[in-house]
């Protein structure tokens, strides 16, 4: 019979001896979590838990054609660990001065510097009252690219490393500066469309809860939480990058010429509302936007108000069109300085030409003022109260990047004996830049007003469409007879009236002159203006509006007209776009037609 | 039938417990394998994650290069320096023609061929004449 291998003494031995070592692995595991928990706890966490917050990416700005207007890209911020410096790392040093482009010795300093208060605080860490001192960031450098991150990285300078901070780039510096806008050194969006978009733009960070080796590199393994990042979505506006910088140059052009107080150039899609271009004088640097004055980063096109001058006068002509109380063939009298009006003999304002008897056409075509109070005055105050309205002007424009003001528009019930006879020359009310060009826009499209469009479509960060942006009527101001008619007569402006000699022949140009006496100090003064032209072409077709206001133009010799100052300008333009969106003309120029532009075409 | 001695007990409990030990040993490393998996695992995706994020960064970097280098104003000083003489078309220089451009295009190409031809026919077989026509195939 078996006794076993071992006797029942020394059995007993073993099993007690492994006992005792389970119960001492037990009395201990107790110890470390139970009775020691809390403070063992507070030191795992703080050496080794860690919470890594993944900042979100800005989404693109992007032009109609997909070309960056605004972009994020990442920037390192280099600075040191001066508990964990190494001495044997000084060979390094003046390598990393190069490539931190900093002067050898103030490198030098600052890292010997570092290495005591390194030395210095990991003594203090003994001591629990001076914990709170311990320094573990002195920053070096900013903005350091990527490439010569790497450089650095590889020098293996132990506490050296950086953090990843994105910076907002405007790769075209000027271009659309007052539409873009831009986020600040603080990361907040200031203005334009980074301001208003930014909703769109900003995305979510997201964040790691999870652990660190002594090296600080995350152990990916003890992930206990995490919220996955998302980045902004990309912004498509309608603004084409090759018409904005066609309309910047042309006023830089006029700034040189004119130095006027402001100017501003619209361009855009009459059926669509779409905003080409949009530019302002004076302009500023998106990439240096801390050195631009305040008055260099408004968007005048619909922060200041202008009173619109003969511009306006399309109110007065469309209306009296739409109404049928005149055709274009009717007949007034313009050179009768007074008329009778509900039982008042009203002063007619001065013109700048003496005419006799006009018509309708004449009136658009030669900017009677003392022609359109008559029209005004024939459907009265209400109705032509009514269609200026109709217009768009004294509201906003709902333009979709904000900052608009309404512009003033009175009602009748306010206007003095005269304004009857004054604002339908675009006096005694005022409108912004863009008012009145979406008021043009409305006669190019058939008499639609529409909303300005700026937003084409957002993008997510994968590129996928997820909302676009159709055209929105506001108001139907005329019949599409009517604008058709109105259209045909403001092409009179080109072949017989204020604008006459800027024709381009097949192009069937049509707009309207504008030249505003300035009020300073309560009163119009004769030799500061707002010269403007609106206009659109091909009058049968329209293809694109164009607007183009300058105010105080500072003339060498006469007048600032808005025929001497916008008008060459819009035909300028005008040309360029005519290549750039392939514009065809309607007809073949004759050759008498191009003798009447001085054999020019 | 007798009962087994005392002994024989104390070895089976023994001879159980060295099972147990190496069973739970070995499920303990078993364990211990699988997290280390998973440990390599988390590792090598946090790496490639960030290779990833890495290459997304230097993509806007180059994004960003090129929007600059293709911003109008860059161009045009471009054009400038690199003396391309470079511009607009004018009005003037255009000639608008009804119809699709490329069967234009390869209508007057044809023609050139086949009058080549015609006149190499003609003119006889000389070589020179003869290349020249194949010359003028593609």
């Given at each position: 019979m078996s006794k076993g291998f071992a006797s029942n003494f020394r059995m007993t031995l073993i099993a007690v001896?492994?006992?005792?070592?389970?119960?001492?692995?037990?009395?201990?595991?107790?110890?470390?979590?139970?009775?020691?928990?809390?403070?063992?706890?507070?030191?795992?966490?703080?050496?080794?838990?860690?919470?890594?917050?993944?900042?979100?990416?800005?989404?693109?700005?992007?032009?109609?054609?997909?070309?960056?207007?605004?972009?994020?890209?990442?920037?390192?911020?280099?600075?040191?660990d001066p508990e964990m410096m190494n001495p044997d790392d000084i060979k390094s040093w003046p390598e990393m001065a190069r490539l931190l482009k900093l002067p050898r010795a103030e490198l030098s300093g600052v890292l010997q510097n570092s290495m005591k208060v390194g030395r210095q605080a990991l003594a203090n860490s003994l001591t629990p009252a001076l914990e709170n001192k311990r320094v573990r960031w002195v920053k070096l450098a900013e903005e350091v690219d990527e490439d010569v991150y790497d450089q650095i990285t590889k020098l293996k300078v132990r506490g050296v490393y950086g953090a990843r901070n994105f910076k907002r780039i405007y790769p075209g510096d000027t271009l659309a500066a007052h539409v873009i806008g831009y986020v600040n050194k603080e990361g907040v969006a200031v203005t334009g469309a980074e301001h208003h978009l930014d909703i769109y733009l900003k995305g979510e960070d997201g964040w790691i809860e999870s652990e660190k080796d002594g090296a600080r590199r995350e152990l990916a393994q003890f992930r206990?939480?995490?919220?996955?990042?998302?980045?902004?979505?990309?912004?498509?506006?309608?603004?084409?990058?090759?018409?904005?910088?066609?309309?910047?140059?042309?006023?830089?052009?006029?700034?040189?010429?004119y130095r006027p107080k402001f100017a501003t150039i619209i361009v855009s899609e009459p059926h669509t509302g779409r905003i080409l271009g949009l530019a302002n004088y004076p302009n500023y640097n998106l990439n240096a936007f801390e050195k631009a004055p305040l008055d260099a980063q408004r968007n005048n096109a619909v922060t200041d108000i202008i009173e619109p001058g003969s511009t306006f006068k399309i109110v007065a002509a469309g209306a009296a069109l739409d109404l049928g109380i005149v055709t274009p063939a009717s007949i007034f009298d313009c050179g009768q300085t007074s008329i009778l009006y509900k039982n008042r003999q009203l002063k007619l304002p001065k013109e700048d030409e003496p005419f006799e008897n006009l018509s309708v056409a004449d009136i658009v075509a030669h900017s009677s003022n003392r022609g359109a109070a008559q029209l005004a005055m024939l459907m009265g105050e209400e109705n032509f109260y009514s269609y200026a309205r109709k217009y768009g002007f004294g509201q906003s424009t709902k333009f979709q990047l904000g900052g608009e003001v309404r512009g003033i528009l009175e009602q009748p019930k306010n206007w003095d004996g005269l304004t009857i006879t004054r604002m339908p020359m675009g006096h005694s009310i005022a409108a912004t830049p863009l008012q009145v060009h979406m008021a043009m826009s409305a006669v190019a499209n058939g008499g639609t007003l529409l909303r300005p469009q700026i937003l084409k479509e957002i993008r997510d960060a994968k590129g996928n469409i997820v909302r676009t942006f159709a055209p929105e009527k506001r108001e139907q101001v005329l019949k599409p007879r009517t604008a058709a008619v109105l259209a045909q007569l403001l092409h009179r402006v080109f072949t017989?009236?204020?604008?006459?000699?800027?024709?381009?022949?097949?192009?069937?140009?049509?707009?309207?002159?504008?030249?505003?006496?300035?009020?300073?100090?309560?009163?119009?003064?004769?030799?500061?203006?707002?010269?403007?032209?609106?206009?659109?072409?091909?009058?049968s077709r329209p293809e694109v509006v164009i607007s183009v206001i300058v105010d105080d133009a500072k003339m060498s010799k006469g007048i600032a007209y808005g025929r001497a100052v916008a008008v060459p300008a819009f035909k300028h333009i005008a040309e360029q776009l005519i290549q750039y969106l392939d514009i065809t003309p309607l007809m073949i120029p004759t050759s008498g037609a191009l003798a009447s532009n001085g054999g020019a075409r | 039938m007798r009962p087994p001695p005392p002994n024989t007990?104390?070895?089976?409990?023994?001879?159980?417990?060295?099972?147990?030990?190496?069973?739970?040993?070995?499920?303990?490393?078993?364990?211990?394998?699988?997290?280390?998996?998973?440990?390599?695992?988390?590792?090598?995706?946090?790496?490639?994650?960030?290779?990833?994020?890495?290459?997304?960064?230097?993509?806007?970097?180059?994004?960003?290069?090129?929007?600059?280098?293709?911003?109008?104003?860059?161009?045009?000083?471009?054009?400038?320096t690199?003396?391309?003489?470079?511009?607009?078309?004018?009005?003037?220089?255009?000639?608008?023609?009804?119809?699709?451009?490329?069967?234009?295009?390869?209508?007057?190409?044809?023609?050139?061929?086949?009058?080549?031809?015609?006149?190499?026919?003609?003119?006889?077989?000389?070589?020179?004449?003869?290349?020249?026509?194949?010359?003028?195939?593609?």
């Open positions: 001896a492994v006992l005792a070592c389970f119960l001492g692995v037990g009395i201990r595991l107790i110890f470390l979590h139970v009775i020691d928990r809390d403070d063992l706890l507070k030191f795992v966490n703080k050496a080794r838990r860690q919470i890594v917050v993944e900042q979100a990416r800005r989404g693109a700005i992007l032009d109609t054609k997909g070309a960056l207007l605004a972009t994020s890209r990442s920037f390192v911020v280099v600075g040191v206990s939480r995490e919220v996955p990042v998302q980045d902004g979505n990309d912004v498509v506006l309608t603004i084409d990058s090759v018409v904005q910088y066609m309309i910047e140059n042309e006023l830089k052009l006029i700034a040189d010429k017989e009236g204020t604008a006459k000699g800027f024709e381009i022949p097949g192009f069937e140009l049509a707009g309207k002159t504008g030249t505003t006496q300035k009020i300073i100090d309560g009163k119009y003064v004769s030799n500061r203006h707002v010269s403007s032209f609106v206009g659109f072409f091909p009058a | 007990l104390v070895n089976k409990i023994v001879a159980l417990t060295l099972c147990l030990l190496v069973f739970s040993g070995t499920l303990g490393l078993g364990a211990v394998w699988v997290r280390q998996e998973i440990f390599s695992t988390a590792n090598r995706s946090n790496v490639l994650e960030t290779k990833l994020a890495d290459v997304e960064r230097r993509l806007d970097e180059v994004d960003a290069g090129v929007a600059i280098a293709l911003n109008p104003a860059s161009l045009l000083r471009r054009n400038e690199m003396r391309l003489g470079l511009e607009a078309p004018k009005q003037i220089q255009v000639v608008r023609m009804q119809g699709s451009p490329e069967t234009r295009l390869a209508l007057k190409r044809n023609q050139e061929i086949f009058s080549l031809s015609t006149t190499a026919r003609k003119s006889g077989p000389t070589a020179g004449n003869a290349r020249l026509v194949t010359a003028s195939f593609p």
